[in-house]
């Protein structure tokens, strides 16, 4: 009979008190991410998003990068071209399949094959977004820019070479279809967005926008107030707004997102914010040349005047001036100083051609644009422009045309036209008492100057 010494000893299915120790304990959860270092816990100062993660403290410091597959900007797309015989395209395979044709870098170093913009507002909003898809293009080479707006902000991107795609969309719409917004969701998912940027500000409703296209980086505007709660949550990356209007902020309303993407990473130092450029095809300049020609202008004779008073949509006012757009007496008045160059008024509606020919003289053409493609067009082959705060005063600086910029207050022209003491090109107007209608035209008159220097002006 074996004795009671050799028989096993019972195991207790409870957890016993560990014994006392010196050393501090250190509990770990599922969702902690700490990097060990021989006796002590190395983490880093700065968390990404504590929506998501608040054990979440970023990369280790202490790392050391360096190899090929981590190190660098990333690389052309190595995958071969899509036939073009066929309608579904060729060699678009979903994310998970056949990962021996992606790069290693594109899941380490979080490489951008696919980017979709989500664009608030209207023409001039989406002009002043072309340097943050030319950030793109430089940040990382051979990403597919897809852009999502308003009708009237696709209209824009017939200037735009680097965008692959641009689908009409409003994002400012509060209480969309549900169908036109199920299928707007299943489109972009379909699509297999490595990234998806939105500038539009983002409460729970529009975040989850974003989280639905399963993209892999979403970054967005969010909310100053209450309403970006829980917004976070379902974003990657989050800016604040300064106000509810991004808008007001002018030529630089989308700085914060334009830092974030293109900040300086490991051995990739930081990308540059080149200025506003436009691209302008042969055919569009030819149908504007037959338009203006046939209205009696000639070719670098001409002044483009842009902002005349009129409740068109065509007008390319930005949302964050209100007060943007000048009466036809003061118009009239602006005309009869030029000299040596013909007026040529740029109407966003038939219905307003009667009006303009009312308060000017007949020697003035009048051309009807409504597009932003056929605007820049006209002030291309123009020998400059007079415009309010409208797109016009941003596309003859993007084509170093000579400008005049009537604004209501200073503060406007600053913030609308950067840099105006470095530029040769363009001269701010400000009215003294803040409203645009109370403008000085001597002013005016004085600094048509900036046209032609030799010309005697009166």
């Not at 990234?195 to 989280?211: C, D, N, P, R, V």
């Not at 009537?406 to 803040?434: D, H, Q, R, Y």
């Amino acid at each position: 009979m074996a004795s009671l010494a050799q028989l096993p000893k019972p195991v207790s299915p409870f957890f016993k008190t560990p014994p006392f120790s010196t050393k501090p304990l250190v509990f770990l959860n599922f969702q902690t991410r700490l990097t060990w270092k021989s006796s002590h816990v190395s983490v880093s100062a700065k968390k990404k998003n504590t929506w998501l993660d608040p054990f979440d403290d970023g990369e280790d410091p202490d790392n050391e990068y360096g190899s090929l597959f981590v190190d660098g900007k990333q690389e052309e797309d190595p995958r071969l071209p899509d036939n073009p015989d066929n309608p579904y395209g060729f060699l678009k395979f979903p994310m998970g399949y056949t990962v021996e044709l992606a790069s290693l870098p594109l899941k380490i170093r979080g490489d951008v094959r696919r980017c979709c913009c989500v664009v608030s507002g209207g023409v001039y909003e989406n002009l002043l977004f072309f340097p943050t898809i030319q950030l793109l293009k430089d940040r990382y080479p051979g990403v597919q820019v897809d852009v999502l707006t308003t009708e009237r902000g696709k209209q824009t991107y017939e200037l735009n070479k680097n965008v692959r795609w641009a689908n009409v969309y409003d994002p400012d719409d509060d209480w969309p279809e549900p169908a036109e917004y199920t299928d707007m969701i299943g489109l972009l998912k379909g699509r297999y967005y490595d990234m998806i940027l939105s500038t539009k500000l983002a409460g729970l409703g529009h975040a989850a926008f974003l989280f639905m296209t399963t993209a892999r980086d979403r970054v967005s505007y969010i909310y100053p107030n209450v309403n970006s709660a829980g917004a976070g949550l379902m974003l990657s990356q989050t800016f604040t707004a300064q106000n509810t209007n991004l808008s007001e902020l002018g030529y630089e309303m989308y700085n914060q997102m334009e830092v974030w993407l293109g900040r300086p990473f490991r051995s990739v130092p930081r990308t540059p914010v080149l200025p506003l450029r436009v691209s302008i095809s042969r055919k569009l300049k030819e149908v504007v040349a037959h338009k203006y020609r046939r209205a009696g202008a000639e070719t670098g004779k001409f002044i483009v005047i842009h902002g005349i008073e009129s409740d068109s949509k065509a007008s390319m006012q930005s949302k964050g001036d209100g007060d943007s757009l000048l009466p036809l007496t003061k118009w009239a008045q602006i005309s009869k100083c030029i000299r040596g160059f013909k007026p040529v008024y740029v109407i966003p509606h038939e219905k307003e051609r009667e009006n303009v020919e009312e308060y000017v003289d007949d020697d003035t053409s009048i051309v009807f644009i409504t597009t932003p493609g056929q605007l820049a067009a006209l002030i291309n082959d123009s020998a400059g422009v007079i415009a309010t705060n409208t797109a016009a005063i941003q596309l003859a600086n993007a084509r170093d045309k000579p400008s005049i910029g009537l604004f209501s207050s200073e503060e406007k022209g600053k913030l609308f036209v950067p840099n105006v003491e470095e530029k040769n090109n363009c001269v701010i107007v400000a009215s003294k008492t803040g409203k645009l209608a109370d403008i000085d035209i001597g002013t005016v008159k004085h600094a048509m100057q900036i046209f032609e220097g030799s010309l005697a002006l009166v």
